[in-house]
């Protein structure tokens, strides 16, 4: 079966999910009988890219389940070689060097054997040097080709790469019979012209040790950070993401040590000039970061912004400062290359009563047109995630992604009588939280006036899933409010509300709710923290076991908010 049987497009924005059956022989009473991933895009080539590593890892984790080998799709794989062609130059200069020693060795040791043999040698290089000025370069192709016919290498004739080898070869063979006649003249200690093979030699000198490379030694730094509670997993993840492509751009198998301050300017020079997102555009599929960074210059493509190349820098910077304290012997090649004064410019605003009056009188509140075209008036009415989420951000002050992975059992109602939404941190239920703790909200008595508690009453009674808004599917970092997000950016602009980078969104709700409490009920930034779900760092935050923010704290506050100026009505808020 081909790739494109498993990939389908879901949801208002079609974004492509993969969507596999599960092998008969490991289904499970109550259990999927299909797997289902966000591709994260809309774009059909790149979720094409991205279904192939994660179909990869799921036939092998179902092989190993049933204790045998399955083999992938002839289609699905793609051929790949470790062995680059400075490294074949390099290689191909060392046996010739060699060989022309051992010949020399064989020869009598008398001045006149050895003089004819030198005589010989300058004679060959005098020769090969001005056919490759020439252009003359068969003898090479011929060995090129012989290469890779014995090797098995993935190189093709007339391509870039192949190119590259044939005019490397030439260099070596010139180079290694400079260095012998050099060395037999009289400088003893000669080192190579050649600037491939000097910078060749250099990097084989700096190869790591085993289970020293970058990206194993920041997966030991991870699991240390992970394992004290200063990191999440999903942050982790996202910086191993930026370790791999700085190990890709400066060799990843080089030594930590060898690894200098020109290496990480040049690595943050060539991402400054990458467009955002470069690695998901497929213009520039399979480019490395200098072949795409080059195209980007010479098509004058937006660049990365400042403050995204220091947010690379700044996850680089601890791995090598945790590496000192490990006591390595090294210095942080990232001091003194970060940019200055440089602040993300994508605030997240809260929406005002203007804005909010116009999102709440918008066709996705009063009736619209159809799935996917939400933000025209029509006769639709929304009953899921798209109508609930920014709602429940703005009357209770949650976050997107903790609206968005809800059950019908995470809402009760408190003996003080006011309705409760616990958000929960249960990894195993797929539920988490940014602080790694559960905590309970309070819904604002308008939220239960327009229909919420009885959308969980519905959801209850419909068996099966419990989670409210099962329609959502996590993408590939198993977020399922990033579709919420892409959405609400995407309606509010339509509607008129968001303007470019402008910071608005479905985050801007549980801000405006920050700001209510703060003029509104009068509460300072403490507690509007606490009430947000932000924990205060103090001396007394250690004493006990009770959650920062309980519901008798919770409750009277967030009744007091009034919402001055906001049109519930006129139109708009269907439920």
Not at 177 to 196: K, M, N, W
Not at 313 to 320: A, C, H, K, N, V
Not at 412 to 435: E, R
Request: net charge positive; proline share 5%; aromatic share 6%.
């Amino acid at each position: 079966m081909s790739l494109s049987t498993y990939l389908v497009q879901r949801g208002a924005r079609g974004t492509w999910q993969l969507r596999v059956p599960i092998p008969r022989a490991l289904h499970a009473p109550g259990k999927p009988k299909e797997r289902v991933k966000s591709m994260g895009t809309t774009d059909r080539r790149i979720a094409s890219d991205r279904a192939l590593a994660v179909l990869d890892e799921w036939k092998r984790e179902w092989a190993t389940a049933r204790g045998e080998v399955v083999a992938m799709p002839a289609g699905l794989l793609r051929p790949t070689s470790d062995v680059s062609v400075p490294a074949l130059v390099l290689a191909q200069h060392e046996a010739l060097l060699q060989r022309l020693e051992d010949q020399r060795r064989a020869l009598p040791a008398d001045d006149e054997a050895q003089d004819a043999e030198m005589a010989k040698r300058a004679a060959d290089l005098r020769r090969l040097t001005r056919r490759h000025a020439d252009g003359d370069d068969a003898s090479f192709r011929a060995m090129a080709d012989r290469m890779i016919s014995a090797r098995s290498l993935p190189i093709v004739s007339g391509t870039t790469e192949y190119e590259a080898l044939v005019a490397g070869l030439a260099e070596s063979a010139i180079e290694a019979l400079a260095i012998h006649q050099r060395r037999y003249s009289g400088e003893l200690d000669v080192e190579p012209r050649s600037a491939l093979i000097r910078e060749e030699r250099q990097r084989k000198a700096d190869k790591a040790k085993p289970g020293e490379t970058l990206l194993e030694l920041f997966d030991r730094y991870a699991e240390q950070r992970l394992a004290e509670g200063r990191k999440r997993d999903d942050t982790l993840k996202q910086d191993r993401k930026v370790i791999e492509q700085f190990a890709a751009f400066v060799g990843t198998d080089r030594a930590i040590t060898s690894i200098k301050p020109e290496h990480v300017r040049d690595y943050r020079d060539t991402l400054r000039q990458l467009p955002p997102k470069w690695r998901d555009r497929a213009d520039m599929r399979g480019l490395s970061m200098r072949e795409a960074a080059a195209k980007a210059r010479l098509a004058e493509m937006p660049r990365t912004a400042l403050s995204t190349v220091n947010k690379h820098l700044s996850t680089i910077s601890p791995l090598f400062a945790w590496l000192i304290k490990e006591r390595w012997d090294l210095s942080n090649p990232c001091n003194g290359l970060f940019h200055d004064k440089v602040r993300g410019k994508n605030p997240r605003p809260p929406l005002g009563t203007d804005r909010l009056n116009k999102v709440l009188a918008s066709p996705l509140f009063s009736g619209f047109e159809a799935d996917g075209k939400e933000h025209r008036p029509g006769e639709v009415c929304s009953n899921d995630w798209r109508y609930w989420i920014p709602l429940l951000c703005l009357f209770t002050g949650m976050r997107i992604g903790e609206a968005a992975q809800l059950r019908a059992e995470d809402v009760s109602k408190h003996d003080s009588g006011a309705w409760v939404i616990d958000i929960q941190h249960a990894p195993a239920k797929g539920q988490t939280t940014k602080s790694g703790q559960s905590r309970a909200s309070v819904a604002h008595t308008k939220l239960v006036e327009l229909g919420f508690v009885k959308f969980v009453e519905e959801r209850r009674k419909a068996g099966g899933d419990s989670r409210l808004f099962p329609e959502l599917v996590a993408n590939d970092r198993d977020q399922l409010g990033a579709e919420p997000s892409a959405f609400w950016r995407d309606y509010l602009t339509r509607i008129g509300v968001k303007s470019g980078a402008d910071g608005l969104g479905a985050h801007s709700f549980r801000h405006e709710l920050a700001d209510r409490l703060r003029v509104e009920v009068g509460l300072v930034d403490d507690q509007i923290a606490v009430a947000l779900g932000h924990d205060q760092k103090s001396t007394t935050a250690g004493y006990g076991a009770v959650r920062q923010g309980t519901v008798r704290f919770l409750a009277p506050v967030i009744v007091q908010v009034r919402f001055d100026g906001v049109e519930f009505g006129n139109g708009g808020l269907l439920l």
